[in-house]
């Protein structure tokens, strides 16, 4: 079935530092992929959808500028979280769509904690 | 008004027992509906999607009722192993975005 991969699995930086996660789909071609981020004990919370080639669209409240998307091929979509703080410590997770019987697959999530 | 909102519980069940999760969505015009599974610090696993005419899955059955706009999911002969954070999700429309639910803890013990 569909493969997404998703590195790394946790950080840990320095507040005020960027972070970089990686979300590659394996085998199959990933158009459109979705970053969500979920805090302890609430629901994931869509931050932002991506197209391949094409700028990310954020949801409200969403800082683009903090958040950077990138979907530069149709394997690979990147997020940078940029001057990190405390409070963007979460769980963050990509989902691409596939295509093919349901449609979304997950990776394994990111766990962020930023000191 | 959230748009998918569902009770956190948890619900706590003993080994066997039968247990049933609701849902509610506010957007009458949404399209698909699904319950994933998530379990402590994983990514959500689909187990199962919602159709119009209820559908069941071994142990699971999930139905949909689009006047009342509610979702359920029914684990009979519950596991230890089922014990995870179930959450409801919907596709409110054409496009390919998921809502999903705050989720609802199942706790099943010995």
């Known amino acids: 079935g569909a493969v997404v991969s998703q590195h790394p699995s946790r950080v840990i930086c320095k507040s005020g530092t960027s972070v970089k996660i990686e979300c590659r789909s394996l085998d199959f071609q990933a158009t459109t992929m979705f970053w969500y981020r979920q805090f302890p004990k609430q629901s994931l919370m869509l931050m932002a959808t991506?197209?391949?080639?094409?700028?990310?669209?954020?949801e409200q409240g969403v800082e683009k500028d903090k958040f950077l998307i990138n979907h530069a091929s149709l394997t690979l979509s990147t997020l940078t979280v940029t001057s990190a703080h405390p409070e963007d410590s979460s769980f963050y997770i990509c989902?691409?769509?596939?295509?093919?019987?349901?449609?979304?697959?997950f990776g394994s999530g990111t766990r962020l904690t930023v000191v | 008004r959230k748009e998918v909102e569902q009770d956190p519980g948890p619900f706590n069940v003993p080994e066997g027992a039968t247990v049933a999760f609701n849902c509610t969505y506010s957007n009458s015009a949404s399209q698909s509906f699904f319950w994933y599974r998530q379990d402590c610090r994983k990514e959500p696993k689909l187990l199962m999607s919602?159709?119009?005419s209820g559908n069941e899955d071994g142990r699971f059955t999930a139905q949909l009722n689009r006047a009342s706009q509610y979702i359920s999911l029914l684990i009979r002969d519950s596991k230890l192993s089922d014990s995870a954070t179930y959450l409801c999700?919907?596709?409110?429309?054409?496009?390919?975005?998921?809502?999903f639910g705050g989720g609802t803890r199942l706790m099943v013990k010995p």
């Open positions: 989902s691409a769509l596939t295509g093919t019987g349901h449609g979304y697959t």
């Open positions: 999700v919907v596709n409110p429309n054409a496009g390919n975005m998921l809502t």
């Open positions: 991506s197209n391949e080639g094409s700028k990310a669209t954020y």
């Open positions: 919602v159709y119009s």
